[in-house]
């Protein structure tokens, strides 16, 4: 990846994180919209989906090519939008990334994902297809959900609204990390490993997707039935991942990247008990909410970028444990903190951009062959 483009996913990540804490410098009267949404849109729709595109054409002679500025400038034009509420131009672009991302799942793949119900066809190709569909389908649903909520009325429930449909911009994310992990490992022929991995694929896929229906109906019984499915099937992923002696570089980080999800699912269903008991109050719940925010985004989604970003740079010149830790401290003590103080705001993003300017633009181990599968000497 060129320089230029590693700087303006950069500043793109920068620029999300310093937006979830514009609320406490600027005031609602002041700016009488939600800051969240630049926040959650810069950071998994913009960044995210640019590197998901950017890993599917990694393969052509110019992998940048047209699409990829252009799907830049659409998810901006949208986040924007939808940040003013401005939802005719933030539907319109919604409308063309759509197409744009699906024309690009089907050049990969194929129209139909036929793919996902053949037993031979290695999970990681499932997982990057899938990431693409969930890409273009939460791009057209958002649409739908933006004309009900200001224009058409044609369903009334509370909770379908733009700011509940942040998941649908997540959750590509998270694929195509999973997607790189089964990568790195490579396809193992044993039948019972190769089972236990498309059980996971569809745990994951069918999982979210049913526990989003609930949220939008409101039935927290089942969210927590179906987030302690969720739970085991990261779990069930997790081992597998480490079974699986590889040791290189992106592994660290993939694993560490896997304990926030561990985290995410423990926080996550721990808020949705605590919803359930008579003492909850969103106040009381602020604080787990946001852990489990920021260790979802830059936690586990940030882990999966990096490696996409310098897949072709590991090993990297850096120090894996230490970096491991800031990142962790960084991601849920100082950014979860900074929701509610202006100094650790401050502290916060700093060790952030510190973060990233290690992680993306450390140099390469001299003399040490840049392939994915490279061996460590020492983490």
Known sequence: MSLFYK???????????????????????????????????LFNLCAGGGLILFHTRRNLPEPMGILLPVFLCLSLLFALSAFLESYIPAMLCALM??????????????????????????????????????????????????????????????KLTLNTFFLGFSFPVSLITMSVMFQIIGDNRVRMTRVLKNIGFWSVNLGVIIFFIFILFEWPSLQLVISLILFGAVLLILILFLQDP???????????????????????????????????????????????????????????LVVIMRYEDFPIKLHSRTLILTHWLTVLVLAPMGYFSPFFALVGLLAYIVLLEVLFFSAKSAGEETKPHVRLKEL
């Open 246 to 304: 590889m040791q290189a570089q992106q592994k660290a980080f993939l694993t560490s990247g896997m304990l926030f999800l561990v985290f995410t699912g423990i926080s996550g269903i721990a808020y949705i008990l605590l919803e359930m008991t008579p003492y909850y109050t969103y106040e009381n719940g602020k604080i787990l909410l946001k852990m489990h925010s920021f260790a979802s985004l830059y936690g586990w989604n940030l882990s999966g």
């Open 7 to 41: 700087r303006s996913f950069t500043v793109l990540m920068i620029l999300a994180m310093a937006f979830g804490f514009f609320h406490l410098f600027i005031p609602k009267e002041t700016i009488p919209f939600d800051f969240e949404r630049l926040h959650i849109f």
């Open 97 to 158: 990334l759509a197409i744009l991302v699906e024309s690009e799942r089907i050049r990969n793949f194929s129209f139909f994902p036929l793919d996902f119900f053949k037993d031979r066809v290695p999970v990681e190709k499932k997982f990057h297809q899938a990431a693409l569909l969930c890409l273009s389908s939460g791009l057209a649903i958002s649409v739908l959900v933006m004309f009900n909520e200001s224009y058409g009325n044609w369903v009334s429930m509370e």
